[in-house]
């Protein structure tokens, strides 16, 4: 029998077995190895570990896509020259995500423009490549569903599908007031997942304004409370990124005022 035929019985059987990068690339490995005359070991160890790299790179992308994160930015395209009031030594242990082991919290602070949702989806992208099952979504698409789900009787079974990523991530607290029964029931969630699973919020208001956010003191004190117990707090300060991209383009010169009212209020229109 030749060769050949022997090799293709051999990928037929890798395929069955579900190896398909090794089946795939079997042909060639076994080319190099001898002409490099590899050691058996070292050709079965390349073979397997190139296999791990391929199941690894599945998985990372099966997680990315369950998250639903609104775009894949990088922890690596974040420019932290631009935004020196944030540490990158603090990113950096965050992407390890330890934090995510530990059950802790995230909260990024900052006015609308210095980078919190692309950090949260940085962070976010670290999560799912590190295994960890991930979940994007904004605050007020969360509380709607929160909401939806308590009118529809089945505000327990929605629970329970929001406890289950080990890293939650709610962006943009703070855009939108939140009626009573969405604090309420948001309260709950973050009970729920209270020491069970991490949850990252970006929020353009300070912690002294969630008060007014949830419009009752009471409830955003309780949800700090937790939110806060084993967290880390990034207070992102300084320009809006999106302005800074505008005034080099030269459609903003330096008199114009990019910090009043207009320009931090939600999703301004100019925002791209
Ligand atoms: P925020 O959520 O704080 O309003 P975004 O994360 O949406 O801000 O950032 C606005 C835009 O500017 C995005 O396209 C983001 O990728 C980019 N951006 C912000 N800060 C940086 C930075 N330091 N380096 C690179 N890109 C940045
Ligand atoms: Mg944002």
């Given at each position: 029998?030749?060769?050949?035929?022997?090799?293709?019985?051999?990928?037929e059987?890798?395929?069955r077995?579900?190896?398909?990068?090794?089946?795939?690339e079997l042909?060639?490995?076994?080319?190099?190895?001898?002409k490099?005359?590899?050691?058996?070991?070292?050709?079965?160890?390349e073979l397997?570990?190139?296999?791990?790299a391929?199941?690894?790179d599945?998985?990372?992308t099966?997680?990315?896509?369950?998250?639903?994160?609104?775009f894949?930015?990088?922890?690596?395209?974040f420019?932290?020259?631009f935004?020196p009031?944030?540490?990158p030594?603090?990113?950096?242990?965050l992407?390890?995500?330890?934090?995510?082991?530990?059950?802790?919290?995230?909260?990024?602070?900052?006015?609308?423009?210095?980078g919190?949702?692309h950090?949260?989806?940085?962070?976010?992208l670290?999560?799912?490549?590190?295994?960890?099952?991930?979940?994007?979504?904004?605050a007020?698409?969360?509380?709607a569903?929160?909401?939806?789900a308590?009118?529809?009787?089945?505000?327990?079974?929605?629970?329970?599908?929001?406890?289950?990523?080990?890293?939650?991530?709610?962006?943009?607290i703070?855009?939108?007031p939140?009626?009573r029964l969405?604090?309420?029931l948001?309260?709950?969630?973050v009970?729920r997942r209270?020491?069970?699973?991490s949850i990252l919020?970006?929020?353009?208001q300070?912690?002294?304004?969630?008060?007014?956010?949830?419009?009752d003191?009471?409830?955003?004190t309780?949800?700090l409370?937790?939110?806060?117990?084993?967290?880390?707090?990034l207070?992102i300060?300084g320009?809006?990124?999106r302005l800074k991209e505008k005034?080099?383009?030269?459609l903003?010169?330096?008199?114009?005022?990019y910090?009043?009212a207009g320009?931090?209020?939600?999703?301004?229109a100019?925002?791209?």
């Amino acid at each position: 029998m030749s060769a050949g035929v022997q090799i293709e019985r051999v990928q037929e059987q890798m395929r069955r077995l579900k190896l398909m990068r090794t089946a795939e690339e079997l042909p060639l490995l076994l080319q190099q190895a001898s002409k490099d005359e590899q050691a058996y070991s070292d050709f079965l160890e390349e073979l397997v570990s190139r296999e791990l790299a391929a199941k690894h790179d599945r998985l990372t992308t099966m997680k990315t896509t369950m998250a639903r994160f609104p775009f894949h930015k990088t922890l690596e395209s974040f420019d932290f020259k631009f935004q020196p009031s944030l540490e990158p030594k603090v990113i950096k242990e965050l992407a390890t995500g330890r934090f995510i082991a530990d059950a802790d919290n995230v909260l990024l602070l900052g006015p609308p423009g210095v980078g919190k949702t692309h950090l949260a989806v940085g962070l976010g992208l670290k999560a799912c490549a590190s295994g960890y099952r991930t979940t994007f979504t904004t605050a007020s698409g969360l509380i709607a569903s929160l909401v939806k789900a308590h009118q529809e009787n089945r505000l327990e079974e929605k629970l329970k599908l929001l406890v289950q990523p080990k890293l939650l991530i709610i962006d943009e607290i703070g855009y939108l007031p939140i009626e009573r029964l969405g604090a309420n029931l948001f309260f709950q969630l973050v009970s729920r997942r209270y020491e069970r699973g991490s949850i990252l919020i970006t929020s353009n208001q300070s912690l002294a304004g969630w008060g007014a956010v949830f419009g009752d003191q009471v409830i955003a004190t309780a949800i700090l409370d937790r939110l806060l117990h084993h967290s880390t707090i990034l207070n992102i300060k300084g320009e809006s990124y999106r302005l800074k991209e505008k005034r080099k383009a030269g459609l903003l010169t330096r008199s114009e005022p990019y910090t009043t009212a207009g320009v931090e209020s939600p999703a301004p229109a100019t925002e791209a």
